[in-house]
């Protein structure tokens, strides 16, 4: 059982809760593998996906992981909300507050607009990714996909190469994979590595090859076209060139190595082709292990109510 009535984020998480929801996990993705997809988890709970940003992963697969636990699920989309209208945030909480929906699933562009609807609503909150601050569901499932290929993430070694800067994906990733004992190593042009990255764990190389040197999983993360305001690199060619992963980049690597992604991937720029569809990928069970995690975060939030 999780000591808290929302999950906002990993930095405020103790090893043992991300523990939990993993070995929960786990067993949820065994079940899904046997393609067991019916299960009275949530029963009797309605969840509704509050989504200000577009989503393909992560709305889907909160929503299929709450279905196949018997809940009643509402989507809804800022842009055919009465958000339109001018309703606030608060506002649109309270509203599915009065309609007894139990867990509000949101995705917003503002860091800490879950926290604020955690503290006005009875709901129990979900961050889905807010800004650039975090996405907590999207580094579970990636710890869970690491967990069942190496058994633990303690003593691993994961790279992270790309847009950190506007990245909550790797945020998240950092603070959850150093509570369980993870190395992190990280490389990007010096216009998208935040300051203070450091002061959180990250080693930030000096070169792609020494941030690949050694490690069992090497992550591309996404150039987020929509938040570069500023020309923080020339071209999309050059950062694949200069910056990318490719399979002359991954001999560094060790030669069990995955290959991982949160997605939506810009084919051929943060990673290749080849390596996308290559067999040290694992982009595709990175999808089911999300619906996994998701399985996982929401029974966790309710198990003391059912
Ligand atoms: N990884 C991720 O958050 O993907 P979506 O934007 O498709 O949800």
Redesign the pocket.
């Known amino acids: 059982m999780l000591k808290r009535k929302d999950i906002l984020g990993l930095r405020e998480m103790p090893a043992e809760e991300i523990d939990e929801i993993l070995t929960v996990g786990m067993s949820m993705k065994k079940l899904l593998r046997q393609n067991i997809k019916k299960l009275p988890h949530l029963q009797g709970k309605s969840v509704t996906t509050l989504f200000y940003e577009?989503?393909?992963?992560?709305?889907c697969s909160f929503e299929l992981a709450a279905k196949y636990m018997g809940a009643h699920v509402v989507n809804i989309s800022a842009e055919s909300s009465s958000v339109k209208k001018g309703e606030t945030l608060v506002d649109t909480g309270k509203t599915l507050d009065a309609m007894k929906n139990d867990i509000i699933v949101i995705r917003h562009p503002m860091g800490g607009a879950p926290a604020l609807l955690g503290k006005t609503v009875k709901a129990h909150v979900v961050n889905a990714?807010d800004g650039m601050n975090e996405?907590p569901s999207?580094a579970l499932l990636d710890m869970l996909t690491m967990r069942e290929n190496f058994g633990s993430i303690e003593g691993l070694k994961v790279a992270i190469l790309g847009d950190i800067s506007h990245s909550r994906?790797a945020k998240s990733n950092l603070f959850g994979l150093k509570k369980l004992g993870a190395e992190v190593t990280m490389y990007a042009p010096k216009t998208l590595i935040p300051t203070g990255i450091e002061k959180m764990g990250a080693k930030v190389c000096r070169s792609r090859e020494e941030a690949v040197e050694g490690a069992d999983v090497v992550m591309g993360l996404r150039i987020q076209l929509e938040r570069q305001h500023a020309g923080n690199f020339p071209s999309l060619g050059e950062y694949s060139k200069f910056y990318g992963v490719s399979e002359a980049l991954m001999k560094y690597a060790k030669p069990t190595a995955l290959v991982m992604h949160?997605?939506?991937v810009n084919r051929g720029v943060e990673l290749t082709s080849g390596l996308i569809d290559g067999e040290s990928s694992r982009i595709e069970e990175q999808v089911l292990s999300g619906i996994a995690v998701r399985m996982s975060m929401l029974f966790l939030l309710t198990k003391e109510e059912i």
């Open positions: 577009n989503s393909t992963r992560t709305r990714g996405h999207q994906v949160p997605g939506p």
